[in-house]
């Protein structure tokens, strides 16, 4: 072994066992990364030896990378490492329903799986993607290798929901799989219209099932609902599904279903119609069975329900975020309508049963937020018009609250910073504690890397050379850290930064 690979070796276990001894639930640089935002809980953390305060303001795009793919990307790419192999694989789903295996390293492509057409413009009612293949993150099943994604397929001229299992050897299709999401549906009595319904939420594994949430398009059209959908991956089928009461209340946040507890968390968005609360503009608990509840321990919407639904204000703008602060396991949720709102994880507390709320932007919460705890509280980081900046200065860019208590006043925000675009943010460390940067790209304004001090708000990288330039960046994405890099996906291509040459 060459000594700078053994140093990397040495390196990469410091951090394993400084993240461990930490508490923190981060990935370093060798571990697989199997979701959104790597964990269950959506946290977005990362341990990325090297990478920091100091060290930040060399990373540079690789041009070498090629990460060259056909079709717009909307999922986070996933990161696999098979066991006693020396580098790993990113996984790369695109709205042209090709599945990629790339190497983590070149950016060549190890194996492609092209899964069936995708739905053009004209198949469906409304929706501003085109064509519309794989939109929400897949998930990787660490334990088996198989990789589980929904694809919008065109089949005897219908589009149909179908989910795939894939090996991630060699991209086949697993024994049983595809599963049809609308005739497993109806084979437990319940009716799905494909063609109504978007899958924009990551997905999730629990408990030895798979759960796939669903919304509608862009646009709002139709009698679509907020689906979450229950498979069983020893025999693929269609176990069961929970669906909103009201019309509309899609799920289609990027983080789609956060985790915790034994337990999915879930937020919907506005219903139609709806004079008493019919499930919309709320954060939901579901046991891993889907079955319906009744209890106020298991949702919460806001008091104002019914005008956040006249307005098209959904509460839906991002995924729940579990959080556990001081003994007090805890959800933050941020809706379209700019608030933050603290809960209580264990007591939802029905309608209006909130523990603290605030404005905290002056307009609407659309991303995957990431979160990460210190001793002087847990740090929640979103793209927004932050309304309640440190200062008094409204900022447009990045926005991060700080919860610091379990009760009213427990929630402000910490620090504001400016960018140009709105991404979805994560966080690294060098060792599971130190150096904590937050970053976030600049999708669809600047289209460059952001850094900044997670304990300050003071930048510490900005990409700056026109090597640095990611074109063709989506509003929702968000950033991989693998290998000792950062991967950004765009259209087309996915793209690499790294400290070294």
């Known amino acids: 072994m060459s000594s700078a690979r053994l140093i990397r070796k040495l390196l990469n276990l410091s951090a394993l066992w400084l993240c461990a001894y930490a508490g923190s639930a981060c990935a370093q640089s060798g571990d697989s990364v199997p979701a959104y935002h790597h964990t269950g809980d959506r946290s977005g953390q990362y341990v990325v030896a090297g990478l920091t305060w100091q060290s930040a303001p060399r990373l540079h795009r690789d041009v070498r990378f090629d990460g060259a793919v056909e079709g717009h990307v909307y ?31 070149t950016g060549r492509v190890v194996w492609r799986n092209a899964l069936g057409t995708p739905a053009p413009a004209a198949a469906l009612p409304c929706g501003n993607i085109h064509p519309l293949g794989i939109t929400g993150t897949p998930v990787i099943d660490s334990a088996t290798g198989a990789l589980y994604l929904d694809a919008l397929v065109v089949r005897r001229n219908e589009p149909r929901h179908l989910v795939y299992a894939l090996s991630l050897r060699d991209g086949s299709a697993l024994p049983g799989w595809p599963v049809d999401i609308a005739v497993g549906l109806q084979a437990n009595g319940m009716s799905f219209t494909p063609r109504l319904q978007n899958q924009r939420g990551a997905l999730t594994l629990l408990d030895g099932r798979l759960f796939v949430p669903y919304g509608g398009h862009y646009g709002d059209c139709g009698d679509y609902h907020g689906w979450v959908v229950g498979l069983r991956l020893d025999t693929p089928a269609v176990f069961g599904g929970w669906e909103t009461r009201g019309r509309k209340g899609g799920i289609w946040a990027p983080g789609g279903i956060a985790t915790a507890d034994a337990a999915l968390f879930v937020s919907t968005g506005n219903t139609a119609g709806a004079d008493s609360w019919a499930d919309g503009e709320a954060v939901i608990h579901l046991a891993p069975d889907l079955h319906r509840s009744a209890s106020q321990h298991d949702a919460f919407a806001p008091a104002d329900w019914h005008e956040l639904d006249e307005a098209d204000l959904d509460l839906d703008g991002a995924n729940p975020m579990p959080i556990e602060l001081h003994g007090h396991r805890l959800i933050v949720a941020l809706g379209k309508d700019g608030k933050a709102y603290l809960l209580n994880r264990e007591n939802l507390g029905g309608i209006g049963g909130e523990l603290d709320v605030q404005q905290v932007s002056r307009g609407p919460i659309r991303a995957g937020p990431a979160s990460y705890a210190t001793p002087d509280g847990v740090f929640v980081a979103f793209p927004g018009a932050g309304s309640a900046c440190p200062g008094g200065s409204d ?11 379990a009760s009213h006043g427990g929630l402000r925000t910490a620090w504001c910073a400016k960018i140009d675009g709105a991404g979805s943010p994560i966080t690294t460390t060098s060792d599971g504690s130190a150096d904590r940067i937050v970053w976030i790209a600049g999708a669809e304004g600047d289209n460059r890397l952001h850094g900044f001090r997670g304990d300050s708000g003071q930048p510490v990288f900005v990409g700056g050379g026109t090597d640095d330039v990611m074109p063709g960046l989506r509003h929702f994405v968000t950033i991989l850290a693998a290998e000792g890099k950062l991967y950004v996906a765009g259209d087309g291509r996915i793209y690499a930064f790294s400290i070294g040459p």
């Open 75 to 105: 999922a986070q790419p996933l990161y696999w490492h098979p066991p006693g192999a020396t580098s790993g694989l990113l996984i790369v789903a695109t709205e042209a329903n090709v599945v990629y295996a790339l190497d983590a390293v």
């Open 395 to 405: 900022t447009n860019g990045l926005v991060v609250l700080r919860i610091s208590a």
